[in-house]
């Protein structure tokens, strides 16, 4: 699933940031608006929107 993963001022602290990206098998890149690209597999999906419930991070889906 594509998705754009904005990166909250909580989320964007290295330690934090480093671990979601390892844990999500995420590129380290981020936009200028603070957005990294992703492709989300779909049993990944219930921990990320845990992520996102605890404020590290918005999911933006955004159409093609």
Known sequence: MEVAIY???KGREQK???RICEQFN???YMTVNG?????I???DLPLL????RRGF???RFKPQ
């Open 41 to 43: 597999r779909a049993e």
């Open 7 to 9: 990166w909250t001022k």
């Open 49 to 52: 929107r845990e992520t996102e």
């Open 16 to 18: 934090i940031r480093k």
């Open 26 to 28: 995420l590129h380290w």
């Open 57 to 59: 991070i918005q999911l």
């Open 35 to 39: 957005e990294t690209p992703a492709d």
